[in-house]
């Protein structure tokens, strides 16, 4: 028997930022089904505008509190690729290391904080302490360690300080990177308890097949390098960016929409896995199979399953770097930069997926003009159009499952919210 | 009975509450033995309008977040502004330097009149507040020390003097020394001068000190090369809403 009357509004909590899911039917028919974005903007392209080229990156950070290296980093290499700076192969290992910091903590805090409270019955991970003490206490010594990792490499995790346009401004102590080699590997066990955990968890079965963006490199799993890949339309170099994600507005939304050869693409986690899957590390891949996970997938419930199988990625590939890092011994290298007029394009893997930052130079370093395109930008189309296919299916149960399905469905994409709205 | 705590988010990245939850296992389940924390969007689906510490993180960018904001000050015995954007308007304020609509149209083009944005303002310049936790983000034993300070009803501890003084006994070398400016000589201390010891300089983020001596500020910068111009632009990225109302 189908809800004939459904009059659902619903102000998402356990996600970065402020959405609303509004769902109306009359007479079991959807008269409205919108995924509503009501963050106030705060209008970063703007704000940009006229600032000091050493300055940027660190306002930029400010557009996220959960991948505010994302956005340094990608503030950086656009603002390197406009002066024409090609940073040393030190700051990139370190870049890749720190990268990986950021991306241990975004998953974790959003598959053991955000979602896994879902699964197990609770509002949020402060009751767990009571009844799943070990789980919390273990999400939380993760959650930490990739924190202090960032903070041995950048002085801090949120908005970081030694990260600088033509390299780093101060190196970490190679004393204390040994000592997180160990953590790391400590860690390994860790992150087998997180993938049993998620083994236990029935996710949702929902398929609807779309479009997947994510940066591809020849040479390794792309966080920080390569080019545009698409499931449906094959690789392009990053100067096409603006064809590929077509932004639009809709009134209902203080974040821009984007679509590419479909209705909607999907960034993050799971894109990434469809078009890199053979990428992965080898401890990686053992977990994807293991949690059933294989390329391609097209149930959205199951990007959390694939940031868990990109966290042990990231533990193993931070244990390579350090490796690599030691043994070629770290250097002071003077950053040099040379400002001229131009433009110049950054594009990384943010935790949530791909992330663009455009900018136009003076010829004294000054910004004139900028454009930033948000992974959580590129998912809100798709995140409506998962709803549309999702909600019929769930008419015929109880309105308090059609709205925690409807909730985790959207926390399933990790939002960051007043990030796209930026 | 425990105090019942809650967070609320305006206009800002939320990064100061996700730094509140970089907490140690063991802080955690102590804090959660000292409050009741009934409020918390970013981690937590329950909520309540019964509650008596508001921390309120982001400044005021749009006339509907007005309303909601005085609502909790009502509600909340005590309210606490929680980093930059809440203490002192922060970064968001930069916008304030263009006309509103100039603003939108550089940001949404052709669809700004589905839009809205006033000035932005810091918590304080809209409804009264209790305690400050400052920075962006927060340095997290700060609040901590905060949170210790309003649970026993005492004024936090926190410096009113310049970072130049925590930069000092850090034992970094001056950056004006290196050849580079920076804002510590006039900004409030508390960070341990953390972004100079990661090899950068000050931006200005907790804020001017209470009587900022900021023509001797404006001469030292001067001095180093740079013109009156480029250090109000270095002002302006956390502090031009106090320069706009000083």
Known sequence: ?422 | MKPKVAFFDFTGCEGCQLDALNLDAGEVIDLLNAVDIVNFREVKTERTDDYDIAFIEGSISRESEIPRLKKIRDQAKIVVALGSCACIGGVNCLKNHLPMEEALQIVYGKDARYYDTIPARPVNAVVPVDYYVRGCPPVTAELVKVIKALLLGKKPDIPNYPVCVECKMAGNVCVFERGITCLGPVIRAGCDAICITSGRRCWGCRGLVDDPNLDSEKDILKKYGLTVEQVVEKFRIYNTYAEVTK
């Open chain 1, 1 to 422: 028997m189908n809800q004939v009357n459904l009059n659902v509004h619903i102000d998402l909590t356990r996600v970065e930022g402020h959405g609303h899911i509004i769902l109306h039917t009359s007479d079991g028919k959807i008269e409205k089904l919108l995924w509503e974005v009501v963050e106030s903007p705060r209008f970063f392209e703007a704000m940009l505008r006229s600032r000091h080229y050493d300055d940027v990156h660190h306002i930029a950070s400010r557009i996220c509190g959960i991948c505010s290296i994302a956005h340094t980093t990608c503030s950086i290499q656009a603002t390197e690729a406009a002066f024409g700076i090609q940073p040393s192969e030190q700051t990139l290992l370190l870049r890749k290391l720190l990268y990986n910091a950021e991306l241990l903590e975004s998953h974790l805090l959003h598959a053991l904080f955000l979602v896994a409270p879902d699964f197990l019955g609770a509002d949020s991970v402060f009751p767990l302490v009571a009844t799943h003490k070990d789980v919390v206490v273990m999400a939380l010594r993760l959650k930490k360690l990739a924190y202090n990792l960032a903070e041995a490499l950048a002085g801090r995790k949120t908005h970081p300080l030694s990260c600088a346009v033509g390299g780093f401004a101060r190196l970490p102590d190679p004393g204390e990177l040994k000592a997180f080699r160990k953590k790391l590997e400590d860690a390994l066990v860790d992150l087998d308890t997180t993938v049993k955990l998620f083994k236990t968890l029935s996710i949702p079965d929902f398929t609807r097949e779309t479009e997947y963006i994510a940066l591809k490199d020849p040479k390794e799993y792309a966080f920080i390098s390569g080019q545009i890949a698409s499931t449906d339309a094959g690789t392009v170099p990053l100067d096409k960016y603006l064809e590929v994600t077509n932004e639009f507005c809709v009134p209902h939304s203080t974040a821009k929409f984007t679509k590419n050869k479909r209705d909607s693409y999907m960034v993050g986690a799971l894109a990434r896995f469809n078009n890199n899957y053979d990428q992965l590390l080898p401890r990686a891949k053992k977990a994807a199979k293991e949690l059933g996970l294989s390329a391609p997938c097209h149930n959205p419930f199951m990007i959390t399953v694939a940031q868990v199988v990109e966290t042990i990625h990231a533990l193993e590939d931070s244990i390579n770097l350090i490796d690599k890092i030691l043994a070629r011994g770290l250097k002071e290298e003077k950053i040099v930069v040379k400002v001229r007029a131009g433009r110049g394009i950054g594009a990384v893997e943010a935790p949530r997926g791909i992330l663009f930052h455009d900018y136009t130079y003076d010829a004294n370093g000054i910004l004139t003009r900028a454009n930033c395109i948000i992974p959580t930008n590129q998912n809100h189309n798709n995140i409506q159009k998962d709803m549309e296919a999702l909600v019929p299916r769930l008419l015929n149960q109880p309105e308090d499952k059609v709205r925690l399905t409807l909730e985790m469905l959207v926390r399933a994409y990790d939002p960051c919210i007043s990030c796209s709205t930026h």
